[in-house]
């Protein structure tokens, strides 16, 4: 049966488990589990990408995330392959209004440097429109900190986007706490908009970066957060469980390092909750970051209607206390 099918277009499950959140203080309202677009136009070709999106949409999920240098990684790529990808569906279905389109500027897209100046961000953001075949971007995010150039250039930059009305809300990507603080403190002293969401690396094993001064001020300035790698590049699908299996797919040897022996606890504690609630482990850890204060929602890819049906099964999966301390205490740094 298809996954849709239980789910009515407002976004909410039958029973009222899966509903839209406030992002932040954007105004933004979405599903507690956002798409990754890293994959189209690079392990999902255009057809494939718009029956993933099909399915994800139908099922009340309202929120893409991508960037322009997305995947321009992969063999004959330049960037932007998923921003297009993205414009020509939301063309095609005629969706616009009810997607939330995130993504992202200043990632090295040829010019051999990561770029945040006011000049850089003026021309991206009209490539990135033309791609999407938008007029506005709903969520624009600083992808990498620019130390070559000052808070106030590239918050200045994002004020005349967001009075051209090109640009909704700002956020930002990769910041630590001093540089959100500092980035924070800039927009209040000079009266620029400010990053209302961060978008930081987060999962039940890389923990340490997000967890702590980073999570508390988001929480206190009431900061919208969508993590990315949020299930470890697939590790925490259990799918990597020796150095045997790394080459079960392309991207293997990137989760190499997480097979010790707290990672060999987290896969266990993964097994046990999975087990009591029929799930599997990528659904269990997805969940465990849609229930954990502080987090708005997760980003999670996929390249197969199978993995899109997993990936709506998580977010209407409750875990209980129990489930959450034994996920906890096995992932304890």
């Known amino acids: 049966m298809r996954m849709a099918t239980e789910f009515k277009g407002d976004g909410i499950l039958g ?4 509903q839209k959140r406030r992002l932040g203080r954007t105004g933004l309202e979405i599903a507690p589990l956002v798409f ?8 999902a070709d255009e057809k494939t990408s718009f029956a993933l999106l099909d399915r994800f949409a139908e099922a009340g999920f309202n929120t893409i995330d991508t960037a322009d240098v997305y995947s321009r990684w992969a063999p004959g790529n330049s960037g932007g392959e998923s ?27 040829g010019q051999g440097k990561r770029d945040l100046s006011a000049g850089y961000i003026a021309r991206a953001v009209e490539a990135s429109l033309k791609r999407l075949q938008t007029d506005f971007i709903d969520l624009y995010l600083s992808h990498w900190p620019d130390e070559a150039t000052p808070y106030a250039e590239t918050l200045g930059a994002y004020q005349k986007l967001i009075e051209q009305g090109k640009v909704r809300h700002i956020g930002a990507s990769n910041l630590d706490a001093g540089q959100l603080g500092e980035a924070l403190k800039v927009a209040k002293d000079k009266g620029l908009p ?17 967890d702590g001064p980073l999570r508390d001020l988001c929480m206190a300035q009431d900061i919208g957060v969508i993590t990315y790698y949020s299930l470890a ?5 259990g799918k990597y469980r020796s150095e045997a299996d790394l080459g079960k797919s392309a991207r293997g040897e990137g989760v190499k390092h997480y097979l010790d022996a707290r990672g060999m606890r987290i896969l266990a504690a993964l097994d046990a909750v999975s087990a009591r609630h029929g799930a599997k482990p990528a659904e269990v850890a997805l969940a465990w970051i849609i229930a954990r204060p502080g987090v708005t929602a997760p980003i999670a890819s996929a390249t197969s209607l199978a ?25 304890a740094a």
Request: no cysteine; proline share 1%; charged share 25%.
């Open 15 to 18: 029973d009222g488990i899966l």
């Open 36 to 43: 990754g677009g890293n994959v189209f136009g690079w392990t």
């Open 83 to 109: 921003e297009t990808i993205i414009g020509k569906w939301m063309k095609a279905r005629g969706n616009r209004d009810r997607i939330v389109v995130v993504t992202k500027v200043g990632a090295d897209m």
């Open 194 to 210: 400010r990053y209302d969401v961060l978008q930081p690396e987060y999962n039940l094993y890389d923990r340490a970066s997000y």
């Open 233 to 237: 590049s697939g590790f925490l699908s």
């Open 307 to 331: 993995q899109v049906d997993s990936l709506i099964r998580s977010a209407a999966l409750k875990l209980d206390a129990a489930d959450i301390a034994e996920l906890d205490e096995a992932s």
